[in-house]
Structures are given as C-alpha cells and as structure tokens.
C-alpha cells in the first residue's frame, strides 16, 4: 500500500451515535485527507440510506455488510469468541490482513483491544500494548501512554512503552527526538517503584532509541516538561481521567464565577470572543483517538461519546500514523531497545526478584 | 488536656520562609481560634525578635530555644537520627510526650514523616500513616489519601486508610457518614489490582466503620461522587500533583485567553470581581494542611512555600482534628474495622497470594 493512497477500515456500528457520527466523520475526514477511501462495516440498509445523504462520500467509499456488532457491555474474551462476524471484528481483520491500513472504531475499549490482540498480533521486541493518546499542555502536546491497557507493568513494559510513545509521538507531533519521561513520585527517599528505577536505568544506556529525560511527576503533564509520559496502564488511566475532570471543574468555576453578577455577565460578553477561542484550543475532540501501540497493525480507538468532528479527528490520527510509516519507525526503535537491554550485564527482567524463589 | 485550650507545637523553623511566615501565620490564627496557644520551636533570638513586633503574641505563646533545625534536603533516615535538637524534632516530641495536643510543621515532609513514626508511634489497629489532604470539587470538598506516605500498598492498608479518610472527612469537612470511594479504572474486565477488590470486599462487610460507596475512577475525584477517595501513595501522589497541574494550566489557558484582544481585556476588567472571588474560592492555601493519618499523635504538614495565611489554614486544621477527638474516634473505628476483619472467614491479607509459594 502507497503512503499516497489510504485505505481506513471503520467499523460503522461502533459508538453512542453509530451509524450517523461514523458517517459523517468519514465524510469531513475525506475533505480533510485527500487520498483517503474507506471500508465501511456495519449494517448495510443503515450505512446505505446515511452514505448517499452526503453527496461524494459513496465515491470515497465502500460498504462491507456485517450480520453482527459488538455491545457495549460485552466483555472482551466473549467479544473475541463470539463477535467474529460484528463490525468490529470484520475492520480490524481488514487491516490486519493489509486490505486496509489501519482501523479506527468508536466502539467497546476492551473488546477492541483483545479482537485487536487476536488478529493483529504483537510486533516483534514489544511484549505488552499500550493505549496512547495525546494532550494539550503549557508548551503544547504530550503524549501519555499507557493509558489502562495494562494494570501492572514490568521494567521491560515500560521502556517498550517508552520507545512506543516516542515513535508516536515523531509521528503525531512532528517531533524529531521527543523527550520522554517515565512518571513517578517525587517525596524524599521515596524513590518509587523498583520497575522504574529499572526501566530508567534501561533508557539511559548508551545507544538508547529514547531522548530519555528522566523521572517526571504529576505535575510535569500538565507543564509539558517532556513531549512523551510513560507509566503504567493503572496510573495512567486515573492520571487521564483527574486530568479530565479537573479541566471540566475549572471551567465550570471560570463559568459559575461569570455568572455571580451583571457586571461579571457583562465581562463575559467583551471576553466571549476570547473564551470561545479557548474551548476551541482545548476541544477534547482535537484530542480524540487514542492508539494501542505495539500491535502489528495500526488501531485507532474514538471516544464512544464524540461527534462526527471528534471521530474525523480519530481518522486523522490513523492517517498520521500511516503516513509517517509508524510501524516500522516502532520496529527499528523496539530492535535497537532489545541490542542494549541484550549488552547490559544484567537484564532488567533478571533483576525483578521479589519474593518466591530468591 | 480540655479541648477548649489547645497547646499547639510550631516548628519555627520548618519551609521556605521560615520563621516570619511561622511567626506570622500563628498570629493570624490566635485571633481565628481564641483559646489556642503555642509552644514555638527554634532559634530563640531570631523568633523572639519576630514575637515582639506582633502586639499580644507573646501572651498566647511560649518559645522553646532548639539549637538545629532539618534542612529541606536532610534524608529521612539522617533526621531521624541526626537532628534530634531540631525545632521538628522538639516540637514532634512535645506532641507525642501531651505537653502539646498537636504538631504542625512546614518543613521536609519525608523527615517529618520519619519523625512522627519514631516519636508517636501507630495508633493500635493501623499498620501504616498515610498522607491527607482536602480539595475543593464540583460539591463541595473532598479527602484524598495516601497522597504517598506508602508507595505499595496492601488491602489492609487500603481498608485503613478508608477508615482514617472517614474520620478525617468527619472532623474537617462536619459529616456524619462520609462517603467513602477507592480509586480504581473503570475499563471493561479491567477491574483494578487485586488488593482493590480484596479491600472493597472487606469494606463492604456488615458492621463496616465506613460508608463505603464502592469504586470511583479519577475524574470522580474532581466531581465530588465521594467525600473521601483512597488509594495507594503512589497513584495518590501523581493524581494529586496531575490535579495541581491540569488546574494550573487551565487558569493559565484563561489568562492567555483574556489577554487575546482589547474585547477580551475590556470584559476582565468588568470580570475582574467574579475572578477575584474565583481564586479565593479555588485559593491552595485554604487546602493547605495535609495530616499524617494513623499516628498516635496528630501532626499535620503544611506547605513548605506557604504564606503566613495559608501556615494559619494548617494550624486550622490541626485545631479542627484536636476539637473532634480524631484520635479517639479513630481508635474506635479501627477496632471495627478489625472486629469485620476477624469475623470475616477469610481475612483479606491471607487471600494475597501471587507468585512465590504457591
């Protein structure tokens, strides 16, 4: 497949406002990305009757029938056995078996991260996905990963994720030696864990694939201190989501202090210009569409919740990802990761003794 | 002691601007609590100097001359051992031996920590402190803790912690039955460390000291679902900094936006009250004053770049825990917590069995 011509597998069904948010964000994302076409999953009659309402999008386009699709609440392993023939399981077969470059969905977080697991597979030298997602900061954009792909995380984790964030971030971000930063604690004499000390001390060997700047804390993400923050996939996850809620309470004081007085409601008509160039700059749909790194394939996940202008952000993240070639970038970067975890005298993996056999 | 009068132990020579701000910071909060007074530890000449420039000071207060004082950069282990004539360790000593209800420092939190344990000792039924603080949310105020007293954490620990969180909430925030929450990830079969739900499980129980609400994820710490949210001092440490940062930011980003355009600056100057009361409502130093929970003593831990205002908000909250009795209400709910834990036919430590010997 040419880096010119893209070929975007969506599952159609996928999502709070599947099938309608599915279409139209395709159809915003082809303005928005020539060279782009699409194979649409999902219920034919459905996905039909939405296409040929948006003038050109059926050109760009083509429906591929699915009798199934993946709930909600559908665990992942029943997902995986039992949703072969949903919309979700048919995209990501697309792209895993090269009839598309890459799937993006809307739908259930864990059931497209096993069907994903399944029929992508990992890529060499990474043991583990990562969920990675992206967002605004003091100086700009950072990268954050893993954002609750996975609970518990070795030394060996986090430096793959490290390396992972890294190449996301050249790709997502333009960056040419994104600085990376693993997350920890900062209190005197309480170092943090012992898997972090480890995976430091694995980026800071020579020849590291890693611009590693060292330990950051909570604070840093919001700083934008580095471009990429590694941790594990249970911080990271409550991370995000403080981060999340704490953005959505500020400007719900900013907003309930515009409202205590006429004068205030008066500021707030001058400043309005201004406010809504800052919501803008801070639409969680510019940040839509996390990836889980490390498969060998490329897949996009959208918030469920998002619009058709969020999920056409999602595709963009895809199309950066397949334009910058990303899987071979991460390929490169996890064998060079491998050769100086191999010339170290003592592999990172060794030194995790605690308890049982010791 | 009565709980009408107060003895109140100062490091005088604990945070970056010490001694005004400590000298300063009691004059403002013997006039905010009448009946308080204090044993102030440190430099006697220098805190003299400062105790005879604040009208009425001197009657309400007592200087204990200490001949050295923790530096910021002192390792725990190094005070614990090597400063036993500082102004911490004195005014530590004082609390813990009743000549005063109470300890409040602003110097080096890993020291102080070290300190307390050595000198107060745990309260029966708590095997180890956790770091507390309050926030303001959407509702209200919420406790967070261990906001990294211990970086790993057991469910023993966990359930503790929810048990001290509880009672802390009561005497700080005046509830009743404070809603008690752990923080967890929300993502599908992804259903948190096992210590998580062996800790739920064991809060659950009838008879269970707490009214334990069950999960909360990270942006329910900023929604106020919960009057307490407990988890480990890792995950706590960097949600709270990611809190203090992404609140930061997005005042900054208001900032900005305001100084967009000559609109924009006319409505701050209409705003500028609303912003005002703002800042006051979201001001750190109202939230200053994290305690060392599970102590046989109450020690509370103010911010080391705090001002004289916000050294008075943690002699506050020092004053409120003293007047409330935590330590004997804590007592009582801890003997439950065990009194559950007992009765329960499995106890939630022997369930933690991963790796190792099995």
Chains 1, 2 share one sequence.
Not at 236 to 254: D, H, P, R, S
């Amino acid at each position: 497949m040419s880096t010119n011509k893209i070929v975007l597998a969506l599952d159609g069904m996928g999502g709070d406002h599947a099938p309608d948010v599915i279409v139209n964000g395709a159809d915003i994302a082809r303005e928005r990305y020539p060279g782009t076409s699409f194979l649409l999953f999902g219920d034919e009659a459905r996905l039909k009757a939405l296409v040929d309402k948006r003038k050109g999008l059926a050109q760009a386009l083509e429906i591929v029938p699915s009798e199934d699709a993946v709930k909600a609440d559908d665990k992942p392993s029943f997902a995986v056995r039992r949703r072969r023939k949903s919309s979700m399981w048919m995209a990501v077969e697309a792209a895993a078996q090269g009839r598309a470059d890459t799937v993006v969905s809307a739908g259930n977080t864990g059931a497209l991260l096993a069907i994903s697991m399944f029929a992508m597979r990992m890529l060499e030298g990474a043991d583990r996905p990562a969920l990675a997602s992206f967002m605004p900061t003091s100086r700009g954009e950072t990268v954050m990963l893993d954002l609750g792909a996975n609970l518990e995380c070795d030394a060996d984790n986090l430096a793959q994720f490290a390396v992972m964030g890294s190449v996301f971030a050249q790709a997502l971000l333009g960056l040419d030696a994104p600085k990376v930063g693993l997350l920890n604690v900062g209190s005197e004499e309480l170092k943090g864990h012992e898997e972090l000390r480890q995976a430091a001390a694995l980026l800071r060997r020579p020849g590291s694939p890693v611009n590693f700047h060292g330990f950051v804390e909570g604070n840093d993400i919001g700083a934008g201190v580095t471009d990429v923050v590694v941790t594990d996939g249970f911080t990271g996850n409550v991370a995000l989501k403080a981060i999340e809620g704490t953005a959505k309470l500020t400007f719900q004081f900013v907003g309930d202090a515009f409202r205590t007085s006429t004068f205030a409601k008066i500021g707030y008509l001058f400043a309005s210009g201004a406010w809504k160039k800052l919501r803008k700059r801070v639409d969680p749909r510019r940040y839509n569409g996390g990836v889980f790194l490390g498969l060998d394939g490329v897949c996009v996940k959208s918030h469920g919740g998002t619009d058709a202008l969020g999920f056409a952000y999602a595709i963009g993240v895809a199309v950066d990802l397949v334009r910058y070639e990303y899987k071979n970038k991460l390929v490169e970067g996890l064998a060079r990761l491998s050769e100086i975890r191999s010339a170290g005298e003592a592999p990172a993996a060794s030194l995790q003794a605690s308890g049982g056999t010791a």
